[in-house]
């Protein structure tokens, strides 16, 4: 349990270590490398089930593949810009355009990244035990030499990824950069359903800028047939983006300066749900565990994020500082008039959620956060207990930063929640890691 705990500790940071693309471009507070992360497992889900792949292997190589740069650091095609500022005219100009290389200095920046981050992956995973560890190197050595199917396509949505990002900043103004990032995912992307996929961002997002791209992608004899699926794919897609940028209200309200995001505390129990759901395999579907912790909080793109605080807070105001330094105690009947209002306000935003998705896939995810919600499965019972050892561990790095912040009310709430031995042996390894 040690070494499990440290793991998490060191893949953590990545939550706040900023993609250096957007840094390079001069966006503010850009998302960091678990937002992306984020985003890409739930468009790997989509599409893999959409294109007949393997959904586990397929997510858990997006779960994986930037892993290494907790220590290897971002690595960007406009490094090669490096030292350019986008505050400059010329280099402005330079910045826009898409980094174009030879084939010999591509595949020489290639194995100069893959070396970089075989280290990273060697040093993060050296004390995990030998399963685990051969789990993470075999998903990651596979996206990076694309030797399975699962692992081109990953390789195609993470361009597709960091497009619908760029967008989303830049917009779609061949003047403000929007479209630089087009080139290198055209590059890229070769598989019938993502080139559909194209189609459709193109025709959405790029409508009036169409005579900068060129010839026209071929689309597929069954485009016609799934352009409406794909374009609520897209929409959804869109939607939770934000939670990239939502700051988690539970570290707000406490004063937390540089929160984690939505995005961030999703990837964190996700990665939690592989770590310590794999050694449950027989009780507990991999799959459907990873699915349940992506969307198991994304209600809040339109509800907003909440606490257990907050039906105490509206009572009292200008009480705040006193009331976080201890955990909510509500009366049995409280806790259930909560619950009951939660759950409604969860579920319109589910099912506004879902209904973007049409379908099977909207049916899912309303069904995994059901599930979830209810604990009515043995994955629901057992995230939501492992969701409150993720806060847990999150406020116990904020308690180490920072003399002032007390992670004793997130203890209080784990120990009155948590009867799994999973939790209370994980327990007892923070109480050594952070008390020494």
């Given at each position: ?7 998490l ?63 290897a ?30 084939k ?76 630089s990032?087009?080139e ?23 409508r ?45 309200i ?79 009947k ?96 923070m ?6």
């Open positions: 349990m040690k070494n499990l705990l440290n793991f500790i060191e893949a953590n940071k990545l939550k706040e270590m900023p993609r250096t693309g957007w840094v390079l471009m001069g966006v503010k507070k850009p998302e960091s490398i678990t937002g992306h992360v984020f985003r890409l497992l739930v468009i790997t889900w989509l599409m893999s089930e959409k294109a007949g792949l393997n959904v586990e292997r397929a997510m858990k190589i997006a779960l994986f593949h930037d892993l290494g740069e907790v220590y650091g971002d690595a960007t095609p406009l490094d090669y810009y490096g030292g350019l500022s986008r505050k400059k005219k010329k280099d402005k100009k330079l910045l826009m355009k898409w980094v174009r290389l030879s010999e200095e591509k595949e020489k920046r290639a194995r100069a990244k893959t070396k970089k981050e075989k280290k990273a992956f060697l040093k993060l995973t050296k004390n995990l035990e030998p399963k685990l560890k051969n789990e993470i190197h075999s998903h990651w050595y596979d996206y990076e030499k694309r030797m399975s199917k699962e692992a081109r396509f990953v390789k195609q949505l993470d361009k597709i990824e960091t497009l619908l990002q760029s967008i989303e900043y830049f917009g779609s103004d061949n003047t403000t950069g929007g479209t990032w087009w290198g995912t055209k590059e890229i992307v070769e598989d019938p359903l993502l080139l559909d996929f194209l189609v459709v961002i193109q025709r959405r997002l790029y009036r800028y169409r005579r900068f791209f060129g010839e026209k992608i071929k689309v597929s004899k069954t485009f016609k047939k799934r352009e409406k699926e794909l374009i609520h794919i897209l929409d959804f897609l869109l939607e939770i983006g934000k939670l990239k940028h939502m700051p988690r209200l539970y570290w707000t406490r004063g937390v300066k540089k929160p984690e995001t939505v995005a961030g505390h999703i990837f964190t129990l996700t990665l939690m749900a592989w770590l310590f759901g794999t050694p449950q395999k027989r009780i507990l579907k991999m799959e459907k565990l990873l699915k349940m912790s992506l969307i198991h909080e994304i209600s809040a793109v339109y509800t907003g994020d909440s606490t257990p605080y907050d039906i105490i807070l509206r009572k009292s105001k200008g009480k705040e500082r006193k009331i976080l330094k201890r955990w909510t105690r509500l009366s049995r409280e806790k259930m008039r909560k619950f009951i209002d939660d759950f409604k306000k969860e579920r319109k935003a589910f099912k506004r959620l879902s209904t973007r998705l049409k379908g099977s896939s909207g049916k899912e995810v309303f069904k995994l956060w059901h599930e979830y919600r209810t604990r009515s499965s043995a994955e629901g019972r057992f995230l939501s207990q492992l969701n409150v050892m993720a806060v847990l561990l999150q406020a116990l790095s904020y308690e180490g930063q920072d003399k002032k912040f007390s992670a004793v009310p997130i203890w209080e709430w784990a120990l009155e929640i948590s009867d799994n031995e999973t939790n209370l042996k994980l327990m007892d390894e109480k050594k890691k952070f008390y020494k």
